[in-house]
């Protein structure tokens, strides 16, 4: 399970060469963490590799997204992104990629595993043939083992206000599909709930995105109906479970959508060949490093926890079918199940006397 821990980080120790040790060495502790998903910044270079080497575990995995910058360069240019139907904004978000891309490369000559990289559908109101010709520029570079994936958000729809308003799934989909098998699908748990507003209706996209065999990666990650200590409703500000919000947040608590047996009704339906993972966010704002780490470490065990749960059951369940199976194979063949040509009636010929 990898740890999107980024998004759990202080806004006065932010990721990156400057980020105190004792986040990192706290992030390296947690129990059943193996990778961890780290945002693509340009503005750091070589120093992003040289900074994660010195900390990384060996054994731990790296998933790079470049959403971070993506929003930034959209407040600055609103026609930017791999979906924009302006060629400029599409040319620099292509731009961008490969110099993200480039990056992969050096993490891979420094002995740094890059499992998968997550690119978006910028901007809002995307145009999806001009996403298509990019997935189908980017998809031909080489990678360095690296997975593209396009992590779904939200889709822009009509009457409702959006928190990114990219392209909807069901064309993300379509165009992963034509690029034949070079690039997967990642759904975060809380960007799909932000969008079908129901948190209930979830299912629906990894239903629709486990149909389709592209998807490689489930994001655990709550949203809110209600505006409080996270900020307004349906923000993508990365909510603990429901469960772990209780007395800290006091009256101002938000009503996380997220929940365990949510989670477990999303494991049993993809499956448990996913690539997991956890983003979270900690509020208050001034909340300690330890108080982060324990979120974080919060989150994480009760996604194993439901991990197991749900393996659990889908080894009962087969069992259970198997042993109707194989009762039912065991049964005598008694006369009321065989067929009827083989059983003489009373009033057939013969059968008196």
């Not at 990156?16 to 963490?33: E, H, K, N, W, Y």
Request: glycine letters at 8%; hydrophobic letters at 40%.
């Amino acid at each position: 399970m990898f740890v999107g821990a980024y998004a759990a980080a202080a806004s006065s120790d932010p990721w990156g060469p400057r980020m105190s040790s004792a986040f990192t060495a706290g992030l390296t502790s947690i129990d059943g963490v193996d990778g961890v998903e780290a945002p693509w910044a340009p503005e750091h270079g070589d120093a992003h590799v040289e900074w994660m080497l010195s900390w990384l575990p060996t054994h731990w995995s790296i998933v790079l997204t470049d959403i971070p910058h993506v929003m930034a360069r959209l407040r600055t240019s609103a026609a930017y992104g791999l979906a924009s139907a302006t060629g400029s904004g599409r040319i620099d978000a292509l731009a961008d990629l490969a110099e993200l891309r480039q990056q992969v490369g050096r993490f891979a000559e420094a002995g740094l595993k890059v499992d998968a990289v997550e690119i978006h559908s910028a901007p809002q109101g995307a145009n999806a043939v001009a996403f298509e010709a990019s997935v189908q520029e980017f998809a031909s570079w080489d990678w360095h083992g690296a997975e593209v994936l396009i992590e779904h958000c939200d889709a822009l729809i009509a009457g409702q206000p959006p928190e990114k308003g990219f392209l909807d799934l069901a064309q993300e989909l379509a165009i992963v599909r034509r690029a034949r098998g070079r690039v997967g699908v990642a759904l975060n748990w809380g960007r799909s709930a932000i969008e079908l507003r129901d948190a209930d209706r979830v299912v629906e996209h990894l239903q629709a995105a486990h149909d389709s065999g592209a998807l490689r990666t489930l994001v655990v990650s709550g949203a809110s109906e209600a505006s409080g200590a996270y900020g307004h409703a349906w923000r993508d500000a990365h909510l603990p479970f429901a469960e772990d919000l209780g007395d800290a947040h006091a009256d101002t608590a938000p009503f996380s959508m997220l929940t365990t047996r949510r989670l477990r009704e999303a494991l049993s339906l993809v499956g448990h060949r996913v690539r997991l993972g956890v983003k979270v966010g900690v509020r208050p704002q001034d909340a300690s490093t330890a108080d982060r780490l324990a979120t974080i470490d919060r989150t994480v065990q009760r996604v194993q926890q439901a991990t197991m749960e749900s393996r659990s059951n889908a080894r009962q369940s087969s069992s259970s079918t198997s042993c109707q199976v194989t009762a039912r194979m065991d049964q005598p063949v008694t006369a009321e199940r065989r067929p009827a040509r083989h059983r003489r009636s009373r009033d057939a010929p013969g059968a008196a006397g």
